[in-house]
């Protein structure tokens, strides 16, 4: 009983493992939710909710101000507060042409989400990597606990560490 599934969406490629589970929909609800969060984030697709909003398209009380996009600015207004304007998505060159570009929260974001399904859908023992954000749980296909290689910044052959655990684990590289 596992699932694997590899999917290019949002401008990289998604692997899922589901160890603990064979029911196909569960990949079907991911994949789903990773196509819907590249229609409504993605800075590289015209007719986007954040091309817009870069563009001053969407205001109050627009249709397109859902409840993620409205958490996703939230948390984005708290974070240039917390870094003191360091990370600051109103501030950057997007592929739209505008100032605003929230990818660099929105896939890690993304990958918590969709480790919230498996685990609200039971599955317990699963790995979510999506290009170096990644969610773990449980254990492997192996019976062992995950292992994710963190590279060296200064040797690309080699590791700065390895993280490990069967303690449900996000990490962001």
């Known amino acids: 009983m596992a ?39 993605s800075p590289y697709k015209e007719d986007s909710t954040v091309t817009r909003i870069g563009r001053g398209l969407v205001g109050p009380g627009d249709a397109d101000l859902t409840d993620d996009v ?5 948390r984005c207004e708290a974070l240039i507060e917390e870094t003191d304007g360091v990370f600051d998505v109103w501030n950057l060159p997007s592929p739209n042409g505008t100032s ?52 060296n910044p200064d040797d690309p052959h080699g590791l700065a560490f390895v993280l490990t655990g069967d303690e449900p684990l996000g990490i962001a590289t």
């Open 70 to 74: 409205l958490e996703v600015l939230g």
């Open 100 to 151: 605003f570009d929230p990818c660099g929260y929105v896939k890690g974001w993304s990958v918590e989400r969709a480790r919230e399904l498996l685990l609200d859908a039971g599955a317990r023992h699963f790995c979510i990597n999506a290009g170096g954000d990644i969610a773990i749980g449980g254990r492997n296909h192996d019976g062992g606990v995950w292992r994710v290689g963190v590279r």
């Open 3 to 41: 699932l694997h599934h590899v999917e290019h969406v949002m401008g990289t490629t998604i692997s899922i493992e589901v160890v603990d589970s064979d029911d196909a929909r569960l990949i079907d609800r991911l994949v789903e939710w990773f196509h819907h969060v590249d229609a409504v984030f």
